[in-house]
Every structure is written in C-alpha cells, then in structure tokens.
C-alpha cells in the first residue's frame, strides 16, 4: 500500500500544478485601463484544493483503516468540506470579469456569460469593501477588493461617469 501512495501522490500533484498553471496563465495578462480582467485571488484557488485533497485523503483512510469512529455523519462531513473545497477552487478558476474597451465579459462560477456595455449600467453601489453594478435587467457583477483587477474596475467606472450609490 505505501509503495501505491509513492506513485500515486506525484501523480495528483503533477495533474494539480498543470491546471493551475493554465489557468494562471489565462488569467495573467498586460492590464491596461482600457483592457484587464478582474479575478479571484489564487490562494482561493490552492484553499480549495487543499480542502478538496486533505478531506478526500481523510475519507480514504477512513475506509481503509476503520477504528470505530467512522460513523455515516463523519463521512458527510469530510464530504461536505470536500464539495466546498472543490466550490472553492471552481470559483477561483472559473469567475473573471474581462473588460476590452467599453464591453464587460462576465463569467460566473459555472460558466454562463455575459456581456454588457459601461452605458448599460444604471447604478453602482460601492461599499468599503465591493462594487456592486447593476443594468436595467438586475445585478451584473459583485466584485471584492480583494479581487485582482478591483482598482482598475473601480478607476474605470469612474472614468465612465456611471451613476453611484453608497
């Protein structure tokens, strides 16, 4: 069984790093205040696959080495912060918001996109730590600055002159 795990934990690990690796470099490009792509932080992602990891390893040895404890509620557990950990890591790869002139791209966690203009918004909210914009058919993005990219968001809706409200 341990000469498995020495073959089997290099492999997981490699087809770990060789999906963040292209989705970083998607992510990573020349940001100017015309074009930039607001994204989630990587560490976002890495927590989410710490999660997804360390619960799942934790499930398996469970089931490998039974002690009494492993009761159905602990499974549904680890199973529970496995599937956040997988949200976790799902939202940071997938949610990025991409400005090219006057066009926003907007894709959310599970992939639907939209597009709308900066004279499309009808109102921005702005608290002290997100934007929230909205067009006439509802809530476009919600974006923290924490976020990469916030600054440039922020910098160029205020270029736009679009309607605030705190």
């Known amino acids: 069984m341990s000469m498995l795990l020495y073959f089997?934990?290099?492999?997981?690990i490699c087809i770990v790093f060789y999906s963040v690796r292209n989705v970083?470099?998607?992510?990573h490009a020349i940001m100017s205040s015309?074009?930039?792509i607001v994204y989630v932080p990587d560490f976002v992602m890495w927590v989410g696959i710490l999660g997804l990891?360390?619960?799942?390893?934790?499930?398996v040895l469970?089931?490998?080495f039974p002690n009494n404890t492993a009761y159905w509620w602990v499974y549904v557990i680890f199973l529970f912060f496995m599937l956040l950990g997988m949200f976790?890591?799902?939202?940071?790869?997938k949610c990025e918001i991409k400005v090219v002139n006057d066009t926003i791209y907007v894709t959310s966690y599970i992939g639907s996109k939209r597009t709308a203009d900066f004279s499309e918004i009808k109102m921005v909210r702005?608290?002290?730590?997100?934007?929230?914009?909205?067009?006439s058919q509802g809530k476009l993005f919600t974006i923290y600055s924490y976020y990469i990219g916030f600054a440039f968001m922020h910098d160029a809706l205020k270029e736009r002159?679009?309607?605030?409200?705190?």
């Open 8 to 12: 089997v934990i290099p492999i997981i």
């Open 24 to 27: 970083k470099a998607k992510k």
């Open 34 to 36: 015309d074009n930039f």
């Open 53 to 59: 990891v360390f619960n799942g390893a934790l499930i």
């Open 62 to 64: 469970m089931t490998i």
């Open 88 to 93: 976790f890591a799902t939202y940071a790869a």
């Open 126 to 135: 702005k608290d002290n730590q997100s934007i929230t914009a909205y067009t």
């Open 161 to 166: 002159d679009t309607p605030y409200y705190k």
